[in-house]
């Protein structure tokens, strides 16, 4: 059964009057001149698998708005899904405000999608009609039971500030002008070449540093110069990862030409999605070194030729201002 929903902003009864405490609302907890969208809570209509129950899921119980609509659901609300003809079909569910009836009606919905994960492109945007508001993207699978994957769409509004989970939001947040923090990487939607519009990514949160874990062959190193390096780390500002310290062998070594050795590695969710770029050349015992980071969080370098047996604390690999984009 559709779990009710207490709405203000629509069109007022004498049952539904648009009073004090609606405003107050309207201007807090559901603040709906912060953004066109938004939940309140990190809980507020959270989209979860419903287990044992086929091609089902749950919508928690909260409150959220959607242009100029203030909505709040008294319990959790279940939907099911149509199976999948074909391969996997990704749904879209929604927050559909329908203002044609006397006093306006919102209700969750199941927007049918596509095999592209992305929101529908059924989904209808029209205030002051019918307007959509996507929560999650539903990933159901041929001859699948259980839905395959639900993506969070849903963003949080504030203060000045946008906040989503799954860059899939900027599909829907998407007004020229419009500034999200998605992860830790804050974008905006800007006009480029010809007003076409385009996102860019303008900052974001500083995470790190988290250390190092260096191959059994190494240690963090000091240098000559008047400060001392750090040890070995990594952080991320954005989309901006960057290294810092020093590593060097603790027992002698001699390494192969065109060779790659891991000397360190570091947690994944600061790795590039693809190798890096190598770094520039840098000179290592006086041999050319090639250094470059891995998705799996590895950094690994390599020598053009062989570089015969060297004493310990001959080969020294500074990491400082190293670094990738994500």
Not at 181 to 206: C, H, K, M, R, Y
């Amino acid at each position: 059964m559709p779990v009710q929903f207490i709405s203000h902003g629509y069109d007022t009864t004498a049952l539904n009057p648009y009073n004090e405490d609606a405003w107050g609302e309207a201007h807090s907890d559901s603040p709906i001149g912060s953004a066109r969208y938004g939940v309140s809570g990190p809980g507020d209509w959270k989209v979860s698998i419903v287990a044992n129950a086929d091609r089902t899921v749950s919508i928690a119980q909260g409150s959220g708005w959607g242009c100029g609509i203030t909505d709040e659901t008294d319990g959790n609300e279940t939907l099911q899904f149509p199976p999948s003809a074909s391969g996997v079909r990704w749904d879209t569910v929604a927050v559909r405000r329908d203002w044609t009836p006397t006093a306006g009606v919102s209700k969750f919905v199941i927007i049918p999608g596509g095999s592209t994960r992305a929101v529908s492109g059924s989904r209808v945007t029209g205030p002051g009609q019918i307007d959509e508001q996507p929560i999650a993207l539903v990933a159901i699978k041929e001859n699948q039971t259980q839905p395959d994957d639900v993506v969070d769409l849903r963003c949080w509004a504030a203060n000045g500030g946008v906040y989503a989970k799954d860059d899939l939001a900027r599909q829907y947040i998407n007004q020229v002008g419009s500034m999200v923090t998605i992860g830790d990487t804050q974008w905006q939607l800007v006009l480029g070449e010809n007003d076409t519009p385009s996102w860019v990514v303008i900052g974001g949160a500083f995470r790190g540093p988290s250390p190092l874990t260096l191959n059994g062959n190494y240690r963090h190193i000091g240098t000559h110069l008047t400060e001392p390096m750090k040890d070995g780390a990594v952080s991320r500002s954005g989309q901006s990862v960057s290294l810092e310290g020093g590593v060097a062998n603790k027992v002698p070594i001699q390494y192969l030409a065109n060779t790659a050795y891991i000397i360190a590695t570091f947690d994944k969710s600061y790795a590039p999605k693809v190798n890096s770029a190598p770094f520039p050349q840098t000179i290592v015992g006086l041999y050319q070194c090639q250094m470059w980071a891995t998705p799996a969080g590895e950094i690994r370098v390599s020598f053009k030729v062989p570089v015969p047996e060297q004493a310990i604390g001959a080969m020294v690999f500074p990491l400082s201002g190293l670094g990738w984009n994500q």
